[in-house]
């Protein structure tokens, strides 16, 4: 649908915005975050260079660095403050150059990532996949900066993301008011058609509790979690409609606290070695074109 495209610019405006405020503010980010390091300790992996894809504030990168030091990584991220915060993240050992891997901050898109073929042996992406309005695009991407053998490993957000908001908000104005989530299966086919091997796919239900409606909004503004659709409301229409979502929500009450759901989508998958024929030379696969 057309008022379910995500504008870009609008993307960049709300974590330009909120890098300040976004650590303080995103619990269930970094959480993800440890939780996703962990899942490193169960793969066999040693990558000569590292793409932290939709790096934000660079939570990801103190884990990825102590894991695997002296390895190369690029810090990518839409938002050029969320990059600026990334650096101050480090301790200033960190930042000099006889003491770290060389670190690359990069804005950029991860729809047309500007980083060179089959230049990096893992990709990192923590809670960012959400934001691409072409998820096959992006993965066939991720795939082409993959070198062979290498692992894509990410995270992302599933349909009954912020199903109670959703809920609230349902014909109020018409408008499009929470974004809509990629079913996990959905996205393990995506990772097929990508040509990714190997695709492993689990999922989490994660569930965050507020005294109101608006502490929750203040928090997803906090960490630039905004809205970004043509179909989304002006802020007017926002303020007619908001004390009818208080309402509705409240019969979302659980001893005292509204909740907020959060479907966390996990998956990694490898790109295939590339084949090789008897003589040793590489193979490569041509398709007949449609007619």
């Known amino acids: 649908m057309a008022d379910e495209v995500i504008d870009k610019a609008a993307v960049r405006r709300s974590f330009e915005h909120a890098a300040s405020s976004y650590d303080a503010h995103a619990v269930l980010q970094h959480e993800v975050c440890r939780r996703m390091l962990e899942r490193l300790d169960y793969i066999k992996l040693k990558p000569t260079a590292i793409l932290d894809a939709g790096s934000g504030t660079g939570n990801a990168l103190p884990g990825l660095m102590a894991r695997y030091p002296g390895v190369p990584l690029i810090a990518l991220d839409l938002a050029h403050t969320m990059l600026a915060r990334a650096r101050s993240r480090l301790r200033w050992w960190q930042t000099l150059p006889a003491m770290r891997p060389p670190l690359h901050l990069v804005c950029g898109d991860m729809e047309r990532l500007p980083v060179k073929s089959e230049s ?3 990709v990192w992406s923590n809670l960012a996949l959400q934001w691409m309005n072409d998820l096959p695009r992006t993965l066939a991407e991720l795939h082409r900066v993959l070198a062979p053998g290498g692992l894509l490993m990410f995270s992302t957000f599933g349909p009954d993301t912020l199903k109670e908001l959703r809920s609230a908000y349902e014909q109020t104005d018409g408008r499009t008011h929470v974004s809509r989530f990629i079913d996990m299966h959905d996205i393990g086919d995506m990772l097929v058609g990508a040509r990714y091997a190997d695709p492993v796919m689990d999922m989490e239900q994660v569930t965050l509790t507020y005294p109101d409606v608006r502490a929750l909004m203040r928090e ?9 659709t043509p179909g989304r409301p002006l802020a007017l229409s926002a303020k007619s ?9 409240e019969v979302f009450r659980r001893e005292g606290k509204l909740p907020a759901t959060f479907e966390v989508i996990y998956g990694h998958a490898w790109k295939p070695q590339a084949q090789r024929s008897p ?8 398709k007949a074109a449609k007619t």
Do not use: F, P, Q
């Open 120 to 122: 990096v042996t893992l």
């Open 220 to 228: 997803l503004k906090a960490i630039g979690a905004r809205n970004s």
């Open 241 to 249: 409609v908001l004390h009818t979502v208080e309402r509705r929500y």
């Open 279 to 286: 003589t040793g030379h590489r193979v490569i696969d041509i």
